[in-house]
C-alpha cells in the first residue's frame, strides 16, 4: 500500500478533447498507473495518476489545461469477487470515508491478477494504518463500528 499524487482535471464535453489531451501526453511518454473519466453535463473530470508528475503537469500546462493535484490511496487487490469490498470494510471499521475510488485493471505488482485501487479517503495516514493491518492480525483490537439502525415510518 502506497500513496500517489493525482491529477484532476475538467474537460469541456465534446468529442476529442479527452482524446487531445491524451495524445500530448503521449507525445511526452507520460504514462498513468490509473485514469478515470466521469461526465457531469457540459463538462467532464478526468483523474489520472501519472508516472511522472512533473512531465504531466508540464504538458497539462503547454496546453492550458489546469489541473488539481490531490493525494490519494493505492492498494494493490487481488482481482476476485470481494477483494475490493475487504479493503471498503477496513476503512470502514477505522471510521474512514471514501470520497471516491477507482481501479486499473493492470497492476505491475507481485500479486498475479491484482487490481490497482486508488481511492480518495479523508486520512490517509489512518488509512495506511487501517490497510497495513489488512486482517491478517485479528487479535488486533480494532474500533468499533456503530450498527446501521433503520427506522420505520409506517
Known amino acids: 500500500m502506497q500513496t500517489a499524487k493525482q491529477l484532476s482535471v475538467t474537460l469541456v464535453n465534446k468529442p476529442g478533447r479527452l482524446a487531445d489531451m491524451l495524445a500530448a501526453l503521449a507525445k511526452e511518454?507520460?504514462?498513468f498507473k490509473a485514469l478515470s473519466v466521469m461526465d457531469s453535463g457540459a463538462r467532464g473530470t478526468v483523474r489520472f495518476v501519472p508516472d511522472d508528475l512533473d512531465a504531466a503537469q508540464c504538458v497539462?500546462?503547454?496546453i492550458n489545461i489546469p489541473a488539481e493535484i490531490t493525494e490519494?490511496?493505492?492498494?494493490e487487490i487481488p482481482n476476485q469477487p470481494g477483494g475490493f469490498r475487504q479493503i471498503c470494510q477496513?476503512?470502514?471499521?477505522?471510521?474512514?470515508?471514501?470520497?471516491?475510488a477507482y481501479c486499473s485493471f493492470n497492476c505491475p505488482g507481485?500479486?498475479?491478477?491484482?487490481v490497482l485501487a486508488v481511492i480518495k479517503v479523508n486520512d490517509l495516514s489512518k488509512a495506511r494504518r487501517a490497510i497495513a493491518g489488512n486482517g491478517h492480525s485479528r487479535n488486533k483490537?480494532?474500533?468499533?463500528?456503530?450498527?446501521?439502525?433503520l427506522v420505520s415510518r409506517l
Open 72 to 75: 490519494v490511496l493505492l492498494a
Open 90 to 100: 477496513r476503512l470502514a471499521t477505522y471510521h474512514l470515508n471514501i470520497g471516491y
Open 29 to 31: 511518454k507520460v504514462s
Open 110 to 114: 507481485k500479486a498475479k491478477g491484482s
Open 141 to 149: 483490537h480494532l474500533p468499533v463500528r456503530r450498527p446501521l439502525k
Open 60 to 62: 497539462l500546462q503547454q
